[in-house]
């Protein structure tokens, strides 16, 4: 910040403005109307489709409010007698104009017009406000002038220092932003006058450009503070923050800067930094999604790890933004609920506008960060103070994918979600949760808050869509922020909606079809049909979006305007810079970056006590610098949390191939484990990854160093682990079952080097998977029956155990699962139960009979005649139940399948 000083100017300047007419108010308005002056006494307003030509002097007065509409022109003409002129002497003015609708100041050159605007005002009136002004062909130098001698007195005392500019300032409050000077007579704005230290007199000019004239002067400032005993220059009153002077290297003039060919700044003001581009551009935020943050040393950034919105912020300094002057960042704590986290945005902005001296900031607010602007502007905490708001792929409505994470912690598929995973079980592990799913129900609130809050579940045993809310996870906060009147007061900003759908039609989750959970815990609202089967469709049903985020969701909320865009939900940031830049200034002319590509990432996860550092093949380094090697030397991109977190990790994108040196120093004794996965993307978006593990003892202060190789398709450790689990199957066994048994599925695995991948283990029975923690017989043909399971260890071993048993059907164990078909619904009625029943206690008694006379003592001729007619009577009495099941009408609709085809081939075994 600089204080530019100059010899006393023109005290007498001062004296002009305030003894020049030294008459009660009413005379002063009369003079002012009899020399033809144009009088605002009362509040007036300037309309943008009404004509404001004047060839006379306007003056504002009697605390008058002189307001102008966005897109007005203000012009004034030639005047023989005295110069045409805006003069706000006892009142304000407020112009706020737009950037795509300014408010002009000009000089009707045809007719020789000259014109400037004179600031006077009574410091206790409200301040003055001029937005989006451009200020041009103002001002004058005598010789321009006819007739000068008739010029009110304080004309002609400025025109003898060489001219007049086209704003001059002698008392008052009046802040400029985001305006332009240009093509100015002689000089943009001078200021002069005595206040004391303790009045509220100021003149602020933020973000706005000076483009220069003839005389290159673009303030010349002569402002003095006194009290009882000293007079002395005071700067404080007269404020230039982050303009344009003309040149990068800001004005000239007094400020001692030799490299620059600025327009001069002279005389005392604070010079508080200047931009080094012309654009003219509210402060703009950059607000990322959910995992869009995270902490390096302890402070928030934008994503360090995948880097998503690198090439954005880039594009955006690129195209003439500055960092910490007209560009800032709003990483958080994307957990939190987003009602907290636009408290903290409510804050960030406030701050920013304090700095900036800017009254309104622009917002560029990516995924969910969309739906934190859009409560912030919706809700009672909203001051009135953002101008554009661009959401980019922002679930309006929800996303879908959200409902596979909320109900289960599943749901992870692209790089950037297998990424998420991990950090969520890395963090659910610090924190002392058994798994990914409980850890989100209890402490990233946010995901909850991204489920849709319409209908998106279909159900099977219904065969039909659920209705939302009923039987859903409910999303209060979606629900509140999509109440019409809410989304009305979007009104207040300019909001412009860009989405990203894809020319693939099937490209995103939209609908569900659920069944009943077969997974304890999880899946209350139901779980996606054959989910845990990759070789089906896992009960997801596709179609238009982002991959993330639903076409119907992304769209269904209007805003001022909608960009519609062929690109990923994750690459929405680099792929609409230019449609951002445009939006947000104007500009046309973008120049793209597109540096950013990480379809791999080395993922190195640590559990205590250490710290880490990392070397890579080529000696570049990331981590602690344990070994302190060259600063210089570091990974580029790679992102480390920091040795004094809870949840240590690092992570290497675009990682080479090779030996990697592990560095650990303990911090505590103890056992430790690293973690390492490799993610990677292949060209169509599709995920895998491979994963090693480092297990070792720490001792406080010593310093290990372990090796590992990173290959294309495996990561090998100093201690591979080639041995693959063990499977014990305890239940079913190899026998024979009844068809009414239940049979637990009881197995154990176990794995003495790396650990058994839970997520890679899978039940198959008959070849299907199988998901079930018991095996209902009922439910199987008879015959024999294979279950396998399949197993993988954490180096990436697997291994298969499997076993046979059969199902032999008798009469009693199907006139058990009569009841059993019955109680679950697959016979529809009673009398049809009853029926079965009957038949089956007939036959069951004549088998009693054909089994009490095999064991008979008597004579064999009259106990076989006897046994064959029974085992006739039998088999016919068995024939003609299948016949009923079959073909009988009022019996075979009333049994469903898979009873009727089990109940068909059970009977056939029974016969004699």
Known sequence: MQKIKTNKFSVLLFLLVFFILPLRETSAEEWWEDQGYNV??????????????????VVVVNGAKLTIEKGATVKFGKNDIFLSSLDVIDGTIIAEGTREEKIIFTADEEDGGVFNID???????????????????????PQ?????????????????EGGVPAFQYFSGKMHMENCEFKNNIYGDISAGGFFSFENSDYLEIVNSNFNGDASQLAINSSIFCYNEETEEECPSKFILKNNWYGDLNGPSGEVLNDETNGVSVIGSVILDSWRKSDLIADPVIIIPGITGSEKVSNKWKLDPILHTYDDLVASLEENGYEKEKNLFEFPYEWRNENSITAQSLRE?????????????????????????????????????????????????????KAYLRWEAGEGFFGIEELIAKHHFENEAYHKGYDNVFSYIQEKVLSVKELL??????????????????????????????????NIEKMEKVNWINIIGNLENEKSTIAKIRVVDSTVSDRWEHGMPENFYNNETDQGLEKSNGDETVPLVSAESVPANKKIELNSTHNNLPTFAQCEILSELTGKNDCSRVDKIHIPNILIFNL????????????????????????????????????????????????????????????????????????????????????????????????????????????????????????????????????????????????????????????????????????????????????LKISAMDKAGNSTEEAITFSIQPTIDSIMENIDHYYADKLITEKATKNYLDAKLKIIKMQ??????IKVSPWPANFKNRLLKNLARNINREIENLLDDIQNKKSISKNILEPAKSILIGNLGEIGV
């Open 607 to 786: 559990f205590s006590p250490i710290d880490i550092q990392i070397i890579a093949p080529s000696g570049q380094w990331a981590g602690k610098n344990i070994n302190n090697l060259d600063e210089d030397e570091q990974i580029d991109g790679a992102y480390y949390t920091g040795y004094d977190t809870e949840n240590e990790f690092l992570t290497i994108p675009n990682p080479e191939n090779g030996e990697y040196k592990v560095i650990t120093e303990g911090t505590s004794n103890g056992e430790y484990k690293i973690e390492m996965a490799k993610i990677s993307e292949d060209e169509n978006g599709i995920a895998s990854e491979i994963s090693g593990e480092i297990i070792g003892t720490a001792e406080n202060g010593v310093q290990t160093e372990k090796t590992v190789e990173v290959l294309e398709e495996e990561i090998v450790t100093e201690e591979k682990d080639t041995v693959p689990a063990t499977i014990i199957i305890d239940s079913p066994q190899n026998k024979s079952y009844q068809s009414d048994e239940i049979v637990p599925l009881e197995f154990t695995t176990t794995d003495d080097s790396s650990g058994i991948d839970e997520e890679k283990t899978e039940i198959f029975l008959d070849g299907e998977i199988f998901s079930q923690d018991k095996i209902d017989m009922a439910y199987l043909t008879k015959g024999e029956h294979n």
């Open 40 to 57: 605002i006494n009362s509040d007036t307003t300037w309309k943008k489709e009404d004509t404001h030509f004047f060839n006379k002097k």
């Open 847 to 852: 088998k009693m009979f054909y089994e009490a």
């Open 144 to 160: 321009m002038v006819k007739n000068s001698r008739k010029i009110p007195f304080i004309h002609t005392a400025i025109a003898l």
């Open 348 to 400: 960030k902005i406030q701050t920013i506008l304090t700095e900036t001296k800017i009254s309104k900031a622009d917002i560029v607010a990516h995924s969910m960060g969309g739906l934190v602007a859009r409560y912030y502007v919706e809700n009672d905490i909203y001051e009135n103070n953002i101008d554009q708001l661009i959401t980019l792929g922002t679930p309006h409505r929800g996303s879908v």
């Open 119 to 141: 600031f006077s005002n009574n410091p206790e009136r409200e301040a003055s406000f001029f937005r989006y002004v451009e200020i041009s062909n103002g001002g004058y130098i």
């Open 452 to 485: 849709p809050d319409y209908d998106y579940l279909f159900g099977i045993a219904e065969n039909s869509m659920i209705n939302y809310p009923d039987n859903y996870p409910q999303n209060n906060f979606l629900e509140e922020l999509n109440e019409q009147g």
